[in-house]
């Protein structure tokens, strides 16, 4: 009989190390996804696309209650990962119906509407993938997710490409990413997740921890439907799952104004000028996310200097980030635009400034949002941004249809200065709870 190997955390710097080489295959596989459109299509086949993630988007987020999350920063164990599981396909069985209505009353062309329900499926076979990362996050294995994006964007992008060419059309291309998000779902998600709950139940062994201070069940890959246990968990994740959908509206409220406003051409444009925005991004999401268990950790045990460190570390990398970022915009704009996507493109440099000076303020308020979460500030944060939505969409409303994609851009520095002034007040709210309390003593949620 086979003997279980313990379970082995990595450390902080090979979880960002395998966190960002992760993130840059994926992010550069969806970068080049836009790029394939644009070269083999038009800025109309790039709105059409970036329409069915606008649309698809804040629903999605929505459903997923931000569970990943709470999953990883869920130190005290009060949740077995089946109920994780059990609440997201409940969810996200509701997501696709809501997404059809909305389509449907939206009034879009056939062929749109067909792009944005194929794009929502593949959204949820990855809201279901996120899950199982979670479970991988928790025990500090990004390895295991980077492999699982390492594998899934380089084919992602193919599959696109493929169903572009032999289609003529986004449709075909959306139906080659929902074949591939399932296959690596079924093939690599799911066996390494079972493998990690195998780990986990070594870990409880070598340890010799009773069955009643860590139930079996925990360890269990199929999802739990406990009706008591399921409410408290919506009830946690509530305004969280809010808060997902106001920051993707945030991002995607300048892209209804400008289909509505000046149609699927701009909207292209736009999008593909904006997703460069990814690149420090990359950075960003693999430091957040490699750091959020430790945060979590530091904050429950009361440890306010080293929660305050790592912290602080993080955002000066977000601003870095964004300074060399706007440097390289106004210096060889011209040059990357053109290269990277056609002459039409490389006439907005001015416009691609802008959104850099965004995503240097978005990279700071992403890393703030990060230690909000650490510190299970979780409802605080639905009204924090319901204001950063209300502030984009009315300066969208005033500015896109004078100032068109300039104003777009213009809407989202806003928000996203609005969002890390905010934040801030928060983390220092946080801060001075746990300097109050004893060390001793875990601090209340908020």
Known sequence: MAVMQPLKSLTLRQNFSWTFVGNIIYAASQWGMLVVLAKLGSPEMVGQFTLGLAVTAPIILFSNLQLRQIQTTDVSQQYLFGDYLGLRLICVGLSLPLILIITINAGYRWETSLVILVIGLSKVIESISDIFHGLFQYHERMDRIAISLMIKGPLSLLMLGIGIYLSGTVLGGAIGLAIIWTVVLIFYDIPSGAAILRAATANIEAEEISQQQSPIHN?????????SKLRSLVGLSLPLGF????ISLNANIPRYFIEHHLGERELGIFSALSYLMVAGGIVVSALGQSASPRLAKYYAAGNSKDFQQLLLKTVLIGALLGGISVLMAAIAGKEILTILYRPEYA????????????????YIASFLGYGMTAAQYFRVQMPLFTLVTGISALVCFWLVPSQGLIGAAIALIVGATVQAIFSLGVIYHALHKIARSSLTDRPNRN
């Open 243 to 246: 808060v997902m959908m106001l």
């Open 219 to 227: 360890r269990h890959l199929l999802p739990r439907f406990n009706f």
């Open 347 to 362: 006439q907005q440099v001015y416009l691609f400034v802008l959104l850099m000076v965004a995503a240097g303020i978005g």
